[in-house]
Nanobody, 123 residues
Framework: QVQLVESGGGLVQAGGSLRLSCAAS????????MGWFRQAPGKEREFVAR????????YVTDSVNDRFIISRDNMKNTVYLQMNSLKPDDSAVYFC????????????????WGQGTQVTVSS
């Protein structure tokens, strides 16, 4: 199986930027489609972005696709989420996830999860 560790979260003012990283280990990283999800207090986990094994295809959910970018570096076994023009509503725990089965939008499409990294955007 693959192990995932997120980093890069923190406290930022509205309008600022953060780049989240998710480092993978244990199995061949390029065998996995990757996703980013987030969960705010009292809310369900929601899909943010996904990227295929090769990185050739990606998708960011409509609500943030003008501000967030997903990318990956298979040589570094890492997937990234660049977040720009952050808003207080973006505050959440952000999780990366991996799947060698599907290229999905749902939590159940992914088999492996990181522990999450907290993003807090102050107004």
């Amino acid at each position: 199986q693959v192990q995932l560790v997120e980093s890069g979260g923190g406290l930022v003012q509205a309008g600022g930027s953060l780049r989240l990283s998710c480092a993978a280990s244990g199995r061949t990283f390029s065998n996995y489609n990757m996703g980013w999800f987030r969960q705010a207090p009292g809310k369900e986990r929601e899909f943010v972005a996904r990227i295929t094994k090769s990185g050739e295809t990606s998708y960011v959910t409509d609500s943030v696709n003008d501000r967030f970018i997903i990318s990956r570096d298979n040589m570094k076994n890492t997937v990234y989420l660049q977040m720009n023009s952050l808003k207080p509503d973006d505050s959440a725990v952000y999780f990366c996830a991996a799947s060698d089965r599907t290229y999905g939008l749902r939590s159940r499409d992914y088999d492996y999860w990181g522990q999450g990294t907290q993003v807090t955007v102050s107004s």
